[in-house]
């Protein structure tokens, strides 16, 4: 039997900076980025392919304490993709000292007999002594065979990051395979879809204040990808009915500039004219249903 080809975790605390390593990485916009936690709610798998060899990264949610159903269920996501991950990078931030998520995840990956790499994010806002504090804290550990300390915004370390996934590409015998185009196909308008929904969850996120966010959940009613135009309605369901009247602003503010933020990343993402129309609807209490969060959470 083929052996499958190597899959790299990036797991962490919330806000660590995971997906924008994922996006500097695969050097595509694959995972939405913003400055609040929890933003990512999926597994979002990318496949690098060099000459005839691949790997895959997977983005992942933050792991948290909170005692919340929607964060239990992300922590099970995080624990379940132990099982087919074959290294994990276990992603800080360099801005905070170790954190009780961070040991907690750690002593759980070193259960497993896979490699472990820490990889210190976002050097330039840590100070040199709480850097030199997580290095030494981490040293500790002997299941951690590599630490590197990386800034994507200030380009550091980034080549070095490169050259320690390069051993992890295997030869993929798939890539061979022509029936694969329209699989591939599939794939790719599912991600297109997956993608529209992130770019306006990420508009609510930025449009937004506090906790509202979080209470919202996105779905494409219709995406019609036309010549010169794609035209696509979008849900935003909240889970109260006072939440919506936030959500629309005074006469309509609101939902319009997360409509225009969105469109504008839109048209940039598919250099095409974007039609968006934006509805809300209320799913009362979806927050605490089981069934609406793995909805939402699995792709
Ligand atoms: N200054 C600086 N900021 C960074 C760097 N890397 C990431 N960030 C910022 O950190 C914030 C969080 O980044 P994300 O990539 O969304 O973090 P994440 O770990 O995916 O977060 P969740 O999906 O919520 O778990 C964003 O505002 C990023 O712009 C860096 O190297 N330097
Ligand atoms: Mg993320």
């Known amino acids: 039997m083929l052996k499958k080809i190597n899959t790299i ?7 660590a900076g995971k997906s924008t390593l994922i996006n500097f990485l695969t050097n595509k916009y694959v995972s939405i980025i913003t400055k609040k936690p929890q933003t990512t709610i999926n597994i979002i798998t990318s496949k690098l392919i060099k000459k005839n060899q691949s790997l895959n990264l997977i983005d992942l949610p933050g792991f948290s304490f909170e005692k919340k159903l929607f964060n239990q269920v992300l922590n099970d996501l995080i624990t379940n993709s132990f099982k087919w991950s074959d290294v994990f ?17 750690l002593k759980k990956l070193s259960l497993s007999q896979k490699k472990i790499y820490l990889i210190i994010t976002k050097i330039d806002l840590g100070n040199k ?14 299941k951690i065979e590599k630490i590197i300390w990386v800034s994507v915004l200030k ?17 993929d015998f ?54 010169n135009l794609i035209k696509i309605d979008a849900l935003l369901i909240c889970a109260k ?5 936030i959500i629309i602003g005074s ?7 997360i409509g225009i933020f969105a469109r504008k990343e839109l048209e940039s ?23 609406t969060i793995k909805k939402i959470t699995t792709l």
């Open 155 to 171: 380009n550091k370390n980034l080549d070095l990051l490169k050259q320690t996934i390069n051993p992890f590409f295997k030869k």
């Open 174 to 227: 798939e890539l061979k395979n022509t029936d694969i185009s329209n699989h591939n196909n599939f794939l790719k308008s599912k991600q297109e879809l997956f993608f529209c929904k992130e770019i306006i969850r990420k508009s609510i996120f930025e449009s937004l204040q506090k906790e509202l966010p979080y209470q919202i959940y996105v779905e494409i009613e219709s995406f019609s990808n036309q010549e």
């Open 251 to 257: 006469k309509g503010e609101k939902i319009k500039q």
């Open 241 to 245: 009915k006072s939440q919506k009247k």
């Open 269 to 291: 993402y598919f250099e095409k004219k974007i039609y968006l129309a934006l509805f809300v609807k209320v799913d009362l209490n979806w927050i605490s249903n089981l069934k």
């Open 129 to 142: 002594n709480l850097l030199d504090q997580k290095i030494k804290y981490f040293q500790k550990y002997k």
């Open 89 to 105: 990078f276990l992603i800080s931030t360099a801005e905070k000292i170790v954190s009780k998520a961070e040991i907690i995840l």
């Open 9 to 15: 975790a990036l797991l962490g605390a919330s806000n």
